[in-house]
């Protein structure tokens, strides 16, 4: 029943910044946590950010002190702020929650000169 859709990728330079966003479409009765994943072409995917319901924050070390994860005041919009985006943050980047949910489709990062 609820749809993620992640939007706000595109094409970035190295050093440049990028906000991320996850809406979720649907009733929505429990957020233990949200998720910021992202793949590269041939690699796994992989957890990048976490905001639990008590606010701790969690990141991977390859994004840590760069990106920062927040949510809005219903909950059901939280987001990825990527700073000094380097090229090897290139990825589709998807959301998810506890409970979990279906994948949404994705966007799109790309860091390039």
């Known amino acids: 029943q609820v749809q993620l859709v992640e939007s706000g990728g595109g094409l970035v330079q190295p050093g440049g910044s990028l906000r991320l966003s996850c809406a979720a479409s649907?009733?929505?009765?429990?957020?233990?946590?949200m998720y910021w994943y992202r793949q590269a072409p041939g690699m796994q995917r992989e957890l990048v950010a976490t905001?639990?319901?008590?606010?701790?924050?969690a990141y991977a070390d390859s994004v840590k002190g760069r990106f920062t994860i927040s949510r809005d005041n219903a909950k059901n919009t939280f987001y990825l702020q990527m700073n000094t985006l380097k090229p090897e943050d290139t990825a589709v980047y998807y959301c998810?929650?506890?409970?979990?949910?279906?994948w949404g489709q994705g966007t799109q990062v790309t860091v390039s000169s």
């Open positions: 649907g009733i929505i009765s429990r957020i233990d946590a």
């Open positions: 905001l639990t319901d008590s606010h701790q924050t």
């Open positions: 998810n929650m506890l409970p979990f949910h279906p």
